[in-house]
Nanobody, 119 residues
Framework: QVALVESGGDLVQTGGSLRLSCAASISISTIKIMGWYRQAPGKQRELVASITNGGSANYADSVKGRFTISRDNLKNMVLLQMNSLKPEDTAVYYC?????????????WGQGTQVTVSS
């Protein structure tokens, strides 16, 4: 089993910044893809950003240029730096680990952290 714990969510004003952290219970070097998703009230969960073991990052169009995903392999954490926050960024943010084994793909989710951006 892989445990993921998110932290860093908070209330922030429009234009502010937050740094989200996701701590994994295993070495993230063994995780093929780690990513951040978010889910706002009344909406489906959507991909915000992801990063592979090779360091290749992918971002949703809505956050490109504002958010940066990175890995801290020493601490087994994936980080999401969020700048120039907008009210539309308000959501619960979830960390996801995609792990491939000989038996196929397994996805693991954290419990989420609330980000609220006030106008």
């Amino acid at each position: 089993q892989v445990a993921l714990v998110e932290s860093g969510g908070d209330l922030v004003q429009t234009g502010g910044s937050l740094r989200l952290s996701c701590a994994a219970s295993i070495s993230i070097s063994t995780i093929k893809i780690m990513g951040w998703y978010r889910q706002a009230p009344g909406k489906q969960r959507e991909l915000v950003a992801s990063i592979t073991n090779g360091g290749s990052a992918n971002y949703a169009d809505s956050v490109k240029g504002r958010f940066t995903i990175s890995r801290d392999n020493l601490k087994n954490m994936v980080l999401l730096q969020m700048n120039s926050l907008k009210p539309e960024d308000t959501a619960v943010y979830y960390c996801k680990a995609e792990v491939w084994t000989a038996w196929g793909k397994n996805d693991y989710w954290g419990q989420g952290t609330q980000v609220t951006v006030s106008s």
